[in-house]
């Protein structure tokens, strides 16, 4: 992997030495211009955050990058995380962490079973990771719970990764891509975007991103599209991810400006979820048809849902004339090429053939 020096060293030099990472992504991913049908004049971007890392694309390799380097500083050999059935945490740091040298566990909870929650298990499963059924968010806990003493027990040094990878140590990740788009904004890439959205499930992309973009002093409201139903974050925990994220790089480097993060900072859109996580709408389905129409290759999940509520805002005149950013947190990588071994739904635990198998 290439040994690129993230924007948030170049703006706070004095962090480099105490915030460890592993080195995943390519390089500041590019802004471009996205010309679509139905935006009524407003001029939108996109960040194409899906060519972050050649192993995995996305929002994932960002956040990795800082909870992976902490782990290896650490001495783990093992990650712990939990996520959906066909969760892309879970594969990323699976996939990520393979590349680290570290095995990954993963305790899953239920979702919607789709052909892509099928492809994504079966992808975890090819990568290496040991999958556990968790059933439920209370199931997972103790599951969880039990790998953790299970692997101390047996001399690991094994890492917990919060859903989603979102942590003070993680959402860094996405406070230096709020330096990186300043960078891109300062070079004449795009203008200073009115408004930026995404899309939210765990919330550390949106914590970090808000907080990035105060301390890079961009004006740049964040709208986040909330696509969970599972333990959806709120704004007023969203400015309490950002602050213990802020007050972490100000332990890094004491240069760091206190920046003041309310609620107030956090616009949250529920109006595109549906029917709950992992369960996509015909609003949605029509976001990613038109995006394809401009080579751009959207999920049903996260980034259809996210568009989808850029297209309903457009048309209902509430975009203020821009310009808005849409930032990518797809992956945009075909790991399935790259897997090092093929499995079918024979192969996983029991647990997931009889969930598979009954396709709900």
């Given at each position: 992997?290439?040994?690129?020096?993230?924007?948030?060293?170049?703006?706070?030099?004095?962090?480099?030495?105490?915030?460890?990472?592993?080195?995943?992504?390519?390089?500041?991913?590019?802004?471009?211009?996205?010309?679509?049908?139905?935006?009524?004049?407003?001029?939108?971007?996109?960040?194409?955050?899906?060519?972050?890392?050649?192993?995995?694309?996305?929002?994932?390799?960002?956040?990795?990058?800082?909870?992976?380097?902490?782990?290896?500083?650490?001495?783990?050999?093992?990650?712990?995380?939990?996520?959906?059935?066909?969760?892309?945490?879970?594969?990323?740091?699976?996939?990520?962490?393979?590349?680290?040298?570290?095995?990954?566990?993963?305790?899953?909870?239920?979702?919607?079973?789709?052909?892509?929650?099928?492809?994504?298990?079966?992808?975890?499963?090819?990568?290496?990771?040991?999958?556990?059924?968790?059933?439920?968010?209370?199931?997972?806990?103790?599951?969880?719970?039990?790998?953790?003493?299970?692997?101390?027990?047996?001399?690991?040094?094994?890492?917990?990764?919060?859903?989603?990878?979102?942590s003070p140590r993680g959402n860094l990740g996405f406070v230096s891509a709020a330096f990186e788009l300043a960078e891109q904004?300062?070079?004449?890439?795009?203008?200073?975007?009115?408004?930026?959205?995404?899309?939210?499930?765990?919330?550390?992309?949106?914590?970090?991103?808000?907080?990035?973009?105060?301390?890079?002093?961009?004006?740049?409201?964040?709208?986040?599209?909330?696509?969970?139903?599972?333990?959806?974050?709120?704004?007023?925990?969203?400015?309490?991810?950002?602050?213990?994220?802020?007050?972490?790089?100000?332990?890094?480097?004491?240069?760091?400006?206190?920046?003041?993060?309310?609620?107030?900072?956090?616009?949250?859109?529920?109006?595109?979820?549906?029917?709950?996580?992992?369960?996509?709408?015909?609003?949605?389905?029509?976001?990613?048809?038109?995006?394809?129409?401009?080579?751009?290759?959207?999920?049903?999940?996260?980034?259809?849902?996210?568009?989808?509520?850029?297209?309903?805002?457009?048309?209902?005149?509430?975009?203020?004339?821009?310009?808005?950013?849409?930032?990518?947190?797809?992956?945009?990588?075909?790991?399935?090429?790259r897997a090092p071994r093929a499995v079918v739904d024979g192969d996983l635990p029991a647990p997931f053939r009889r969930v598979?198998?009954?396709?709900?």
């Amino acid at each position: 992997m290439p040994a690129l020096e993230p924007a948030l060293f170049r703006a706070f030099p004095g962090a480099r030495e105490r915030l460890p990472r592993a080195p995943f992504l390519a390089g500041p991913t590019p802004v471009e211009g996205l010309e679509l049908d139905g935006l009524h004049g407003t001029p939108l971007f996109v960040k194409r955050d899906e060519r972050s890392c050649p192993a995995y694309g996305g929002n994932k390799p960002r956040k990795l990058e800082f909870v992976i380097g902490d782990a290896l500083a650490r001495g783990s050999r093992t990650l712990v995380t939990t996520g959906g059935l066909g969760t892309n945490h879970g594969l990323a740091t699976t996939i990520l962490g393979r590349e680290a040298g570290l095995r990954t566990v993963l305790v899953l909870v239920h979702q919607p079973v789709t052909d892509a929650v099928r492809d994504t298990l079966r992808l975890q499963a090819a990568y290496g990771a040991r999958q556990i059924y968790g059933a439920n968010v209370l199931g997972a806990a103790a599951q969880t719970l039990r790998v953790l003493v299970e692997l101390t027990f047996q001399g690991e040094r094994p890492l917990l990764v919060p859903t989603g990878g979102s942590s003070p140590r993680g959402n860094l990740g996405f406070v230096s891509a709020a330096f990186e788009l300043a960078e891109q904004v300062r070079a004449g890439a795009l203008p200073e975007p009115r408004e930026l959205y995404l899309a939210v499930g765990s919330g550390g992309t949106f914590a970090g991103l808000v907080a990035g973009l105060r301390l890079a002093g961009l004006a740049t409201r964040v709208v986040g599209v909330l696509v969970t139903d599972i333990l959806p974050p709120s704004p007023s925990r969203l400015a309490w991810a950002a602050r213990r994220t802020v007050a972490l790089l100000r332990r890094a480097d004491p240069s760091v400006p206190h920046v003041a993060l309310s609620a107030t900072d956090f616009t949250l859109v529920r109006s595109e979820l549906g029917p709950g996580y992992g369960s996509p709408t015909p609003a949605a389905r029509a976001a990613i048809a038109l995006a394809a129409t401009a080579g751009l290759q959207l999920d049903g999940t996260y980034t259809g849902k996210c568009l989808a509520a850029i297209l309903a805002r457009a048309k209902r005149g509430e975009l203020g004339g821009g310009p808005v950013l849409f930032w990518n947190t797809y992956n945009g990588v075909d790991v399935a090429a790259r897997a090092p071994r093929a499995v079918v739904d024979g192969d996983l635990p029991a647990p997931f053939r009889r969930v598979l198998s009954r396709g709900i």
